[in-house]
C-alpha cells in the first residue's frame, strides 16, 4: 500500500485480505450488523414454527428441563424423524446469508444418519454424521435430479473438528 502526500487520498498496490467473520461469502467486508428473520425456541412447549414428520417407531419428544426437542429412532428399519421450518428462506443472489444453528448429535451408530442446515429435499448445504463419518454437503438439483456434493472430515482444509475430552481427578 502507498499513501501520497494528497490528503485523505489512499491507492493500494496489492489486494487486501479479509477473513474470517469480517468478510462475507463473497469476499466483501462485512459492516452491517446481522439481522434476525427467524428465531426459534423451545422454552415452554415444541416450537410451532417447525412441521414434523415421523416414520416407524421413531419418536419426537419435548424435554422441558433442557428446552430442547429429543428426535429419537430405534434400531428398526425405516424409522426417522424430520423436524423443518413451515417457513422458507430463499437465497438472494447478491445478498450474504448467515445462517447458525445449535444442535447436539446423539452417539454415532451404524446406519445411524443426522443432518442438520440449511436444507430441503432439493437444495442446501448440511453438516452430516452417517455412521461415525463427519461431511458438510452441498445439495443441488439444477441437473433435474438431486446430488450431494460431499466433502468428508479428512479433506478439510482449516478446521477438522478435532473433538476434545478432558479428564482429571481432584
Not at 12 to 17: G, H, M, Q, R, Y
Not at 53 to 63: L, N, Q
Not at 85 to 113: C, E
Not at 132 to 145: E, F
Request: glycine share 6%.
Amino acid at each position: 500500500m502507498s499513501i501520497t502526500s494528497y490528503p485523505a487520498l489512499v491507492t493500494l498496490n496489492e489486494p487486501v485480505s479479509i477473513g474470517g467473520t469480517s468478510a462475507d461469502a463473497f469476499g466483501r467486508v462485512r459492516v452491517s450488523p446481522p439481522v434476525t428473520i427467524f428465531d426459534s425456541q423451545n422454552r415452554y412447549a415444541k416450537s410451532s414454527d417447525f412441521d414434523e414428520s415421523v416414520s416407524g417407531s421413531a419418536t419426537s419428544t419435548y424435554a422441558a428441563n433442557e428446552s430442547t426437542v429429543l428426535l429419537n429412532v430405534t434400531s428398526a428399519s425405516g424409522d426417522k424423524v424430520v423436524r423443518e421450518t413451515k417457513r422458507v428462506f430463499p437465497y438472494q443472489p447478491g445478498k450474504s446469508l448467515l445462517v447458525m444453528n445449535t444442535f447436539v448429535m446423539p452417539t454415532a451408530h451404524t446406519n445411524l444418519r443426522c443432518r442438520v442446515g440449511y436444507f430441503s429435499t432439493q437444495n442446501g448445504v448440511f453438516f452430516e454424521r452417517s455412521g461415525t463419518a463427519l461431511r458438510m454437503v452441498r445439495r443441488t438439483y439444477t441437473s433435474g435430479s438431486v446430488v450431494d456434493n460431499v466433502v468428508e472430515q479428512s479433506d478439510w482444509n482449516v478446521d477438522k473438528l478435532g473433538l476434545a475430552c478432558s479428564c482429571s481427578l481432584d
